[in-house]
T-cell receptor, first 113, second 114 residues
């Protein structure tokens, strides 16, 4: 299995601040994902990266950017945090099996005041 | 387009009773299907996955799911609920082979009554 670690479990930020959410996986896998989870809306894909410096927009990329300088690390950046970005953020990486199941980190709960 | 529907956003069962969480999918090709569990303020943990090797799939914590192509269903069951099973459960389908697009259901919150 892939171990995915999100560095911050709980964050409180102010409107307009720049926010970095860090995610590290331990198995040198190519594919990494950032999802946002909100009650009633399920999981929504923000960005996907399939290799170093490679990224694709997901369903809700507005207000977010990502960085993948090393294969094991995938960062989500909120350039100017807003209250509507208060949410649970989940990082995931795929395993090596045929099914390509996702392995998730513990999540980062962000509150923007 | 692929989709996943979980029937029932909340399910309550008594401790020791059968757990049945419903998932229906739509897919034009044989899918990869998954069930995940999420405990409060944690990430999603893989319970089991379907890869076409067997229609009855056994997972962790005593859960299993049966793939029924004719019904386009992949329902999750457990013979006897434990208090520790109280959590939210998500069904998911992966996009066509070669892609990494995942569609998640909206989740079913399981409550276990003492």
């Amino acid at each position: 299995d892939v171990k995915v670690t999100q560095s911050s479990r709980y964050l409180v930020k102010r409107t307009g601040e720049k926010v970095f959410l860090e995610c590290v996986q331990d198995m040198d896998h190519e594919n990494m994902f950032w999802y946002r989870q909100d009650p009633g809306l399920g999981l929504r894909l923000i960005y996907f990266s399939y290799d170093v410096k490679m990224k694709e927009k997901g369903d809700i990329p507005e207000g977010y950017s990502v960085s993948r300088e090393k294969k094991e690390r995938f960062s989500l950046i909120l350039e100017s945090a807003s209250t509507n970005q208060t949410s649970m953020y989940l990082c995931a990486a795929t395993g090596t099996s045929e099914a390509g199941e996702l392995f998730f980190g513990e999540g980062s709960r962000l509150t923007v005041l | 387009a692929q989709s996943v529907t979980q029937l029932g956003s909340h399910v309550s069962v008594s401790e020791g009773a059968l757990v049945l969480l419903r998932c229906n999918y739509s897919s034009s090709v044989p899918p990869y299907l998954f069930w995940y569990v999420q405990y409060p303020n944690q990430g999603l943990q893989l319970l089991l996955k379907y890869t076409s090797a067997a229609t009855l799939v056994k997972g962790i914590n005593g859960f299993e799911a049966e793939f029924k192509k004719s019904e386009t269903s992949f329902h999750l069951t457990k013979p006897s609920a434990h208090m520790s099973d109280a959590a939210e459960y998500f069904c998911a389908v992966r996009g066509p082979s070669g892609t990494y697009k995942y569609i998640f259901g909206t989740g079913t919150r399981l409550k276990v009554l003492a």
